[in-house]
């Protein structure tokens, strides 16, 4: 099985864009253009979250459109246990589970996630949980299966990473017991997750949570949290998971943009 990830898409209304700089709606047009060119091609796409930037109607409309020429199904926060299946001779798996109750097959019934995700930034409450109803659905779903790979898909990341204008908004409540499960549940391979704007990879639970960009603006690094909060156009990212015999769930990162090349390392 192959299938990519991407995530915080903050798509805005039409002809509006995020803080009056990040083209959003455009990015995510450039961003479905490099899947669709994908060889082989993914067989599927799952988004982890911050899909649209204020969460009205509108926007989740302007989300589908902009979505539309995915030329592969599109999963907005998964929450199942049974997944595609992979061709034959293929290895079992993974096995992917999202950590809120949104499975939206974005062909022709896309609609507003019922637990849409924290926007970023955000005045309020930006920060995740995982309510008692959803910590057990996971508990049930590692608990039915102990050897299958599995992803545990989410939009924010579980722990603190030094990132001190981000790391409050991280999963808050719910984040003890989460851990517990991933702990007890030695065959999930990776969190992939988003929210950060960043590429953060941290050991957690004796899994890997794997922090992507997002594939329209970033978030500006800064370790110390001296200045404000600021987008900025560092390069966009989507990831590549593939289970390859002997070596597990390997994923790898592509930019979403195109660079100089690419030339022959003999010349010519
Ligand atoms: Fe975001």
């Not at 984040?175 to 704007?197: D, K, M, Q, S, Y």
């Amino acid at each position: 099985m192959l299938f990519a990830q991407i995530t915080d898409l903050h798509v805005c209304l039409p002809g509006t864009l995020l803080a009056g700089r990040s083209d959003t709606a455009g990015f995510l047009d450039s961003a479905v253009a490099r899947l669709n060119g994908l060889r082989p091609r993914p067989q599927f796409v799952l988004v982890t979250g911050d899909l649209v930037e204020g969460g009205s109607k509108a926007e989740y409309r302007h989300l589908r459109e902009r979505l539309a020429p995915l030329q592969m199904p599109a999963f907005l926060r998964a929450r199942q246990s049974r997944w595609p299946r992979g061709v034959p001779g293929e290895l079992r798996g993974p096995r992917i589970l999202g950590s809120r109750p949104v499975l939206r097959a974005i062909r022709g019934r896309t609609r507003r996630p019922a637990a849409a995700g924290a926007r970023h930034p955000c005045p309020g409450k930006p920060s995740g949980a995982l309510c008692a109803e959803r910590l057990g659905w996971l508990t049930e779903r590692l608990a039915e299966d102990r050897e299958t790979p599995t992803v545990v898909a989410m939009h924010h990341p579980p722990i603190a990473v030094g990132m001190p204008l981000m790391d409050p908004s991280c999963l808050l409540d719910g984040a003890g017991r989460f851990r517990e499960l991933i702990a007890a549940a030695p065959n999930v391979e990776r969190i992939p997750a988003g929210h950060l704007h960043r590429p953060v990879t941290v050991r957690y639970a004796g899994t890997v949570l794997d922090v992507m960009p997002g594939v329209a603006h970033q978030v500006s690094y800064d370790p110390e949290g001296g200045a404000p909060l600021c987008l900025v156009f560092e390069p966009r990212m989507l990831q590549l998971h593939r289970l390859i015999p002997g070596a597990g769930l390997v994923s790898h990162k592509l930019y979403v943009d195109a660079f100089d090349g690419p030339y022959p390392f003999g010349g010519g």
